[in-house]
């Protein structure tokens, strides 16, 4: 179903980090950049569609004009907003966003010190306002309902009206809060974990699927909290999921050195899901630590893993 | 990243030192009671009381230069001799074997039976000893207090930091390499077979479940590997069965121990030059663990009758270490002279200077 294409080679090799890959196209310049994280380092490529242009750039995370040590980075991610993009990079002293091709800080915001933890990793979730310009970023809410760190986020712009819920938050124990954004967010659902830190979720039409430390992938109705399918779906610890939001193809990838393509079918009248396994690819002696499609349909994806200095593409036969 | 780290590093790097000075000791015949008091020095004071209180302080982990100090100081708190050469191959060694079991572990939590299983061994070669076994009771203690109440999730941090620390380290270990779990260019195998770890099921299942909880259909798909259930899960008490054997000890079957940088791949040329080997010309890196490493009080015979061991058995490598043992000289001149240095300045290491004497003593004699 895919086959593998040319590596893109890295400065560094990836760190073992949840989700580390970041993948942002750029259709109107025929480009791709992409993400991976080197403990206090992120490498960003940018890569010309035709294959023959690379240009690198690494981030430090550090306050700006302050010449003190760098802190290693948890993630760096993406994230499109309806006027612009930007990268977020998160890190032990604080979270920075960059213009999306990482030319420019934008914005800072610094964490408490370790010694009186108040920032991600005691649960809270940092809500920012970003005007479609500039870099008069504000720190607008901070959502507390987790308990435990966060792992990972995912959100859903959709003009439907079935979908009424825009994102959903993770943590270590595996509870996802599913919440609702306007002038001030709120909170729909909390789903209950088992104990085992969900290191990677999305959302999608609705419905949250989430990937556990046990290589389960379970999908559940983001409102409601009902569990639709369970997938025994790795033999080690899931370290990124993705969805391909048009065609609905599911990325999986773990541990255990492979990367899984689903299928995911939703029937609103019968209020079910469809799960389908479509494909394997093994990355050799790898473990795997991010997998991202690069394209809204699926058509071809990438991976990062562990003391890899290479991004391995993988493209639709 | 994780704060509790560090008391895991040690303890594991630790274990695996003792192994292997344990095998070379014997490889190289030296007497019965020599042996024992280097590993009882050598042990005494990695589990030295106030050394614990330190090393199990909630911190960041220290740097590959600075915990490579605390180990040469702990490879020298006893009459045993190292050269440099050798204090190289020994931590190349000890540190591709944990960061070999650290990824290797099926799950996170596992790298505390990973521990166990170092301390198990430790707890046996200081079995007649019974002054440092209580030394050692105790850190089982406090590593059953701070660890086991943690989560799957903080383990998966402490096992991801630790990954950064071995990040790009691709040395390979002719033990690994005859038995086939390291390929040549100096990365582990990892196998998409065997037992899943403890709390997983093995791949295959697609469970659907109606709105009301019954399951509506289930199905299967292939998981391209060969996978079985789990094993029972090992023991996190002072006593029991660890099941893994990640840990034990690989080189009680007396088999040469070799190590080579890897000059084929070239990833590893390039990352692998990042040497943990401190710089002689360089003040050695000081932290408060190697300053109370270097501070302890070891009983030492009348007769400094040293014990000089080296770490590479081959023939055809002696001419080697005879090349480094004049470059070495002046190295550990400078060395020597450092730990003068820190003498005069209130640490509290007593014989610092003799120390010196017995190294440059111990060049001559190659």
Known sequence: MYHKEKSIQIKNSASALYNNLGVLRIAPRRLTYFTVVHANVVNMISASWDGLNYSHRQLQSKEPNVATSTSLIMQAAFCALPSRDLLVVTSQKGIQMYESDGSIMVYWHALDTPETPTGVSSGAILVFDVPSKGSNITLSEVLEEHKESITDMASECSGSQECIANLVTADDEGNLCVWKSGEEFQLLNKIPGFDMSCSSVKLWKGTVVAGYGTGQIRLYEAVTGILHAEVNAHARWIYSLDIAPFSGLLLSAAEDSLVRVWHLTMTPETNSVEVAHLHNECVTDTQICGAKFCDGDGYAFAVTGYDLSEIIRYVQS | ?366
């Open chain 2, 1 to 366: 990243m994780s704060s509790r780290t560090l008391p895991l590093l040690f303890i594991n790097l630790g274990g695996e030192m003792l192994y292997i000075l344990d095998q070379r000791l014997r490889a190289q015949n030296i007497p019965a009671d020599k042996a024992k008091k280097v590993m009882n020095d050598i042990i005494t004071t990695m589990f030295n009381k106030k050394f614990l209180e330190e090393l199990f302080k909630p911190q960041e982990l220290y740097s590959k230069k600075a915990l490579r100090t605390v180990f040469d100081r702990l490879a020298h708190a006893s009459i045993m001799r190292l050269n440099q050469a050798s204090m190289d191959k020994l931590y190349d060694l000890m540190t591709m074997a944990f960061k070999y079991q650290v990824l290797l572990c099926p799950r996170p939590k596992d790298i505390l039976l990973v521990s166990f299983n170092h301390m198990d061994a430790i707890k046996d070669f200081v079995k007649d000893t019974p002054s440092i076994l209580s030394q050692v009771d105790e850190t089982y203690r406090q590593l059953i207090e701070m660890y086991t109440p943690l989560s799957s999730g903080e383990f998966q941090l402490i096992r991801q930091t630790l990954l950064i620390f071995f990040q790009d380290m691709h040395i390979r270990v002719s033990i690994f390499l005859k038995d086939k779990v390291q390929n040549s260019n100096g990365r582990f195998v990892l196998p998409t077979s065997g037992s899943v770890p403890h709390g997983t099921q093995v791949p295959g299942l697609i469970r659907i479940f109606s709105c009301t909880g019954e399951e509506l259909t289930r199905q299967q798909f292939n998981n391209g590997g060969n996978y079985n259930a789990a094993l029972r899960e090992g023991s996190f008490e002072i006593f029991g069965d660890r099941v893994t054997k990640l840990g034990t000890n690989m080189y009680s079957v007396s088999r040469p121990v070799e190590t080579h940088m890897s000059g084929t791949s070239k990833n590893s040329a390039q990352h692998t030059k990042v040497s943990a080997a401190p710089n002689p010309l360089a003040k050695e890196e000081l932290n408060l663990l190697a300053r109370l490493m270097g501070g302890l009080e070891v009983e030492k015979p009348g007769n400094t009758d040293s014990v000089s061991l080296h770490v590479i058995p081959d023939e055809l490598s002696y001419g080697v270490i005879n090349i480094q043992a004049t470059k070495d000289q002046q190295a550990n001149a400078e060395l020597a002279k450092i730990m003068g240095e820190f003498t005069e300045s209130g640490d509290q290491s007593p014989g610092a200077s003799s120390k010196g004497d017995d190294l440059l003593a111990m060049m001559d004699g190659l």
